[in-house]
């Protein structure tokens, strides 16, 4: 039996992965009873990453009625795709983005306020990820960048991304690239969030 379509790459992709991510996420009801996706990516804009087990309760991939959950690898994965964490089952972690958010943009947003900016700036009307150009040296260590394959950047090196891990280490890019990180993200980043990542990253880091 070939893996559920549910697997979320930084580049935007919900694919089929037979690894398990550390942290899943909704967007709402995006499965058929027969648990396919079918050609919404998104049924509000409220995109958030949460818990893969919350209380001692497990979700489960696609119930009947219920959303449909997406795997990240890590949490860095979920930002780049353009989630941002639960308030409910990561309420400390969401109180650190909010926080991030606030010295990143002055004043205090709302949720509502998050979501709609957030959504304005990762996907298109499309179901197209929406990506920028930057400086390499400018962005923040959590950030996914473009290039011959998707890096996580640290502060000191480039990380290989694939589903199943990350593979290697390589020096930051240099000059302009593309990126992954959804623009309002990355300045969150660039105040001070820290994003959970995958054992294989802290393995990999020089």
Same mark, same amino acid.
């Given at each position: 039996?070939?893996?559920?379509?549910?697997?979320?790459?930084?580049?935007?992709?919900?694919?089929?992965? !037979?690894?398990?991510?550390?942290?899943?996420?909704?967007?709402?009801?995006?499965?058929?009873?027969?648990?396919?996706?079918?050609?919404?990516?998104?049924?509000?804009?409220?995109?958030?990453?949460?818990?893969?087990?919350?209380?001692?309760?497990?979700?489960? !991939?696609?119930?009947?009625?219920?959303?449909? $959950? +997406?795997?990240?690898?890590?949490?860095?994965?979920?930002?780049?795709?353009?989630?941002?964490?639960?308030?409910?089952?990561?309420?400390?972690?969401?109180?650190?983005?909010?926080?991030?958010?606030?010295?990143?943009?002055?004043?205090?947003?709302?949720?509502?306020?998050?979501?709609?900016?957030?959504?304005?700036?990762?996907?298109?009307?499309?179901?197209?990820?929406?990506?920028?150009?930057?400086?390499?040296?400018?962005?923040?260590?959590?950030?996914?960048?473009?290039?011959?394959?998707?890096?996580?950047?640290?502060?000191?090196?480039? +990380?290989?991304?694939?589903?199943?891990?990350?593979?290697?280490?390589? $020096?930051?890019?240099?000059?302009?690239?593309?990126?992954?990180?959804?623009? !309002?993200?990355?300045?969150?980043?660039?105040?001070?969030?820290?994003?959970?990542?995958?054992?294989?990253?802290?393995?990999?880091?020089?």
């Amino acid at each position: 039996m070939s893996p559920l379509q549910n697997r979320v790459l930084p580049t935007g992709e919900i694919v089929s992965h !037979p690894g398990r991510g550390t942290l899943t996420g909704n967007r709402g009801i995006l499965h058929g009873p027969d648990g396919r996706l079918g050609t919404a990516r998104w049924r509000h804009p409220h995109w958030v990453c949460c818990e893969v087990s919350f209380r001692e309760r497990y979700h489960g !991939p696609m119930p009947d009625n219920g959303w449909t $959950a +997406l795997f990240f690898l890590d949490e860095a994965v979920a930002l780049a795709a353009g989630h941002r964490p639960c308030h409910q089952c990561r309420h400390a972690d969401a109180g650190r983005f909010r926080a991030a958010w606030d010295r990143a943009f002055g004043g205090t947003a709302s949720t509502q306020t998050i979501d709609r900016t957030l959504h304005a700036a990762r996907v298109d009307r499309r179901r197209v990820q929406i990506r920028h150009r930057a400086q390499a040296d400018t962005l923040p260590a959590g950030a996914f960048v473009l290039t011959d394959a998707p890096y996580l950047l640290t502060e000191t090196a480039a +990380l290989r991304y694939t589903p199943g891990g990350y593979v290697s280490a390589t $020096a930051r890019p240099l000059g302009e690239v593309t990126v992954l990180t959804p623009q !309002p993200i990355v300045q969150v980043l660039a105040a001070g969030y820290q994003p959970r990542l995958h054992p294989d990253a802290a393995s990999l880091i020089p």
